[in-house]
C-alpha cells in the first residue's frame, strides 16, 4: 500500500514536466514548419507523439520506481563499501565553481547513461525480440522533434534499467546531489533530444563529432540499407566512433525515415503500446517452436 501511495506521489510530481515537455517542442517546431529536412510534419504527428510519450512516461514509472528501490536495498546489502562523490569539492574553484559543478552534474551521469544506452541501443537492433518494441520509435516516416518520446514503456523501461539499477551499488550521493545531478542531466538530455529528433535541415558539421545532430541521428531513422546499423549513441557520437558504427552525415544528406516496407501505421496509443507486446510474444513464441524442432 506504502508503495501504490508513493508511485501516485511521483506520478503527481511528475505532472509538471509532461505539462512542460510540449512546450518546449515549441522553437522545433516553428523551425521544423520553416527549414523542413524533407516534408513538413503534420500537426497530427506531434500529437500523437506527445500522447505515446506521455503514456510511457506515466506506465513505466512504477516499475523504474520498482528497479531503483531493488538497486538501493541490494546496495546497502553488499560487503563493500561504495564510492563517495560529492560535486561540492567543484563549488571551491574560484570564479567559475558554481559552473563547474553543474558541467560535472550534466557530463557524468550523461557519459555513464551514454555507454548504457549505446550497447542496449545496438542490442535492441540485434535480438528480433526487443526490435519488437523499438521498432515504434522508427516507424515515424515524418521524423520529428516529438520522436524523441515515442518509446513503448518496456523499451523506455529496459534503456532505464541499468544506470537506474546500477549507479547506487557503485557511488554514494547524497538525495540533494543525486536529484540536481539527475534534474540538469535529464533536462540537458531531453533538450538535445528533441533537437537531433527535429526535422530542421540543419549542417553543422563542426559538431558532428562532439554531440548528436539532427543530420547524424537522421541517418540511424534512414530507410536506406547502406545506413543500417550506425550513429546508435544517445548524445555523444564517441561511442559510435569507438565501436566503429558511425556513419559521418555528407552535406545536404536527409535521407527518409521510417521502417520501408516492414511498416506498421501506428494510429492510437492502443497500437502504440499494445500491439508491440503481441508482436513480441508472437516472435517469442516462434523462437521456441524452432528451437524444438531443432
Keep these: 500500500m506504502a508503495f501504490i501511495k508513493e508511485v501516485a506521489h511521483q506520478a503527481v510530481s511528475l505532472l509538471p514536466q509532461v505539462l512542460m515537455a510540449p512546450l518546449l517542442l515549441i522553437p522545433f517546431i516553428v523551425a521544423e514548419q520553416i527549414w523542413p529536412a524533407r516534408g513538413r510534419p503534420r500537426f497530427k504527428d506531434y500529437g500523437l507523439n506527445v500522447l505515446i510519450s506521455t503514456s510511457t512516461a506515466f506506465l513505466v514509472l512504477p516499475l523504474g520506481m520498482t528497479v531503483a528501490a531493488g538497486g538501493a536495498w541490494l546496495g546497502e546489502s553488499l560487503p563493500w563499501s561504495r564510492l563517495s562523490v560529492s560535486f561540492e569539492t567543484l563549488s571551491a574553484v574560484p570564479y567559475a565553481g558554481g559552473f563547474l559543478k553543474i558541467v560535472a552534474m550534466i557530463a557524468v551521469p550523461l557519459f555513464i547513461h551514454d555507454l548504457w544506452f549505446y550497447w542496449a541501443h545496438r542490442i535492441e537492433h540485434a535480438v528480433p525480440f526487443l526490435w519488437e518494441f523499438h521498432k515504434l520509435h522508427h516507424s515515424d516516416e515524418r521524423l520529428n522533434c516529438a520522436t524523441f518520446g515515442r518509446d513503448h514503456f518496456l523499451q523506455a523501461l529496459w534503456i532505464a534499467v541499468f544506470p537506474t539499477f546500477t549507479l547506487g551499488l557503485v557511488f554514494d550521493l547524497s538525495l540533494k546531489e543525486a536529484g540536481q545531478a539527475a534534474l540538469y542531466s535529464n533536462l540537458f538530455l531531453i533538450f538535445l533530444s528533441m533537437f537531433y529528433h527535429s526535422a530542421i535541415r540543419v549542417h553543422v ?73 503481441a508482436a513480441a510474444c508472437r516472435r517469442l513464441r516462434k523462437e521456441q517452436t524452432r528451437a524444438r524442432t531443432h
Design 205 to 277: 558539421p563542426w559538431l558532428d563529432r562532439i554531440l548528436v545532430t539532427p543530420q547524424v541521428h537522421r541517418i540511424h531513422h534512414s530507410t536506406d540499407p547502406q545506413h543500417y546499423n550506425a550513429n546508435f549513441a544517445d548524445a555523444l557520437p564517441l561511442f559510435d566512433i569507438l565501436f566503429g558504427t558511425y556513419r559521418l552525415p555528407r552535406k545536404g544528406e536527409f535521407p527518409a525515415t521510417g521502417l520501408g516496407e516492414a511498416d506498421f501505421e501506428v494510429r492510437n496509443l492502443w497500437t502504440a503500446q499494445a500491439v508491440p507486446v
